[in-house]
């Protein structure tokens, strides 16, 4: 058995702030459909953290792991669901940062860890595997039809009872669309209400999978436009979170040996591609000469990339950065493996790292639940094989995410290679 706690806390980020998500939202929010929550889990001595927002930088991320553990902060991970419905909280990206929220995200944190170490219990851990069906497309071909597995760790006292629930699952939580002016978790949320009502209220920590080139089913140019859509509805995303949850009732269960966790972390430089200035200030020509007759999601889209365009020219190319720092972390427990990536990978990057992991371990790491959206987002890292196809991931979202440049062919297998390395060989 190992301790596990886990908590949730309200994250209480203002009516009336700039939402994040979508370059081509026509205004701040106006109300909540679903309180946005900071949570947290606890196993042994690593702590989750997990927030509804868009998306952290790394520097906000470090200072979460400092005030929760200032003595071990590589023992804790912090994770954006992702939400798209939720006020920003990464200052120059992805819209900006809504005032104060980095500190109230920061303090809603430590209070969820706390809350959490101090509920911890001893437990067994149960490992749970479903296919969803229906729900996740292939957004960069056609809408193809995905049946990738949600993945569930169980954690239940002695007596029986489940104290706490982690649940991963790779699509973007995007049934909202632009025209959404709420704040809300997304389906996200109805994923974690459905379980924690089947659970008997034991919380439940929902970690978004690589999701880079998975949604519900639009193309990803359907976010340039603020026009509601007929079928990205509050109600459907109740629909889409209750089937993920359904499934994860209904599918194999089976219990992890364990009395032990290890967690391993590993730096990753990440490389962009060079910046050509001359190529962004022709960019940026053209931009400004739609922009006059430009529909108004498209307008503030271009805005929004104008913005990214004067400060690249302002600054000096040889002060642009040829990489991205950042880091992958891998928590071990019996022959289980968690493995927590920077970013948006692509579902492709997931596969490939499981399948690593059991090979590098020959077997003793059976199950392996893989995630992006951790300890800093600077976008979509696209694998070697996206890039012949090009694409928003590929070329264009870069700019939302402030970065000087996109990352460059060979980045994702990089990502790839070092989280299989990092996966502690033994718990």
Do not use: K
């Not at 954690?155 to 002016?181: E, K, M, S, Y």
């Amino acid at each position: 058995m190992i301790e596990v706690g886990a908590a949730v806390c309200a994250l209480p980020l203002p009516v009336g702030s700039p939402m994040a998500g979508f370059a081509a939202r026509s205004g701040p929010s106006v109300g909540v459909l679903d309180q946005l929550t900071v949570r947290a889990v606890v196993l042994a001595e690593v702590v989750i953290v997990a927030v509804d927002v868009c998306g952290l930088d790394r520097s906000t991320c470090e200072a979460v792991q400092r005030a929760v553990r200032p003595d071990s902060p590589h023992t804790v991970l912090v994770h954006a669901t992702h939400t798209h419905a939720a006020p920003g909280a990464m200052p120059g990206a992805l819209g900006g940062a809504a005032p104060d929220a980095v500190a109230t995200l920061v303090t809603a944190a430590v209070t969820a860890a706390a809350a959490a170490t101090e509920a911890r219990e001893p437990c067994t851990v149960e490992h749970a595997a479903a296919p969803v069906t229906g729900v996740a497309h292939d957004r960069r071909h056609d809408g193809r039809r995905l049946s990738p597995p949600a993945l569930s760790l169980v954690a239940r006292t002695a007596d029986g009872r489940v104290h706490a629930r982690i649940v991963t699952f790779p699509c973007h939580p995007v049934v909202l669309d632009a025209a959404n002016r709420l704040h809300s978790a997304d389906y996200v949320g109805h994923v974690r209400r459905a379980l924690e009502r089947y659970d008997g209220g034991a919380p439940c920590v929902f970690l978004t999978g690589c999701a880079g080139d998975v949604n519900t089913g639009h193309a990803a140019a359907a976010s340039f436009s603020d026009e509601p859509a007929p079928d990205r509805t509050p109600q459907r995303a109740e629909r889409v979170g209750a089937r993920v949850a359904d499934a994860l009732v209904r599918g194999r269960t089976r219990r992890v040996a364990c009395d032990a966790v290890a967690v391993s972390r590993h730096d990753v430089d990440l490389p962009l591609t060079p910046v050509d200035p001359g190529e962004v200030a022709r960019e940026a020509a053209r931009w400004r000469a739609e922009i006059q007759e430009a529909q108004p999601g498209r307008r503030r889209l271009l805005e929004a990339w104008l913005v990214w365009s004067d400060a690249m020219t302002a600054e000096d190319a040889e002060e642009v950065p040829s990489s991205w720092r950042g880091s992958v972390t891998v928590v071990r427990w019996g022959d289980v493996a968690l493995v927590a990536l920077p970013g948006e990978p692509f579902l492709v990057t997931a596969e490939a790292v499981a399948r690593g992991v059991r090979e590098r371990t020959r077997g003793a790491v059976r199950d392996v639940l893989v995630v992006g959206y951790t300890d800093g987002c600077p976008g979509y890292v696209p694998p070697a094989e996206a890039y012949e196809e090009g694409g928003y991931e590929v070329v264009d979202a870069h700019r939302y995410y402030g970065m000087p440049a996109p990352f460059a062919r060979g980045a994702a297998e990089i990502l790839q290679r070092e989280a299989v390395m990092a996966c502690p060989m033994r718990a």
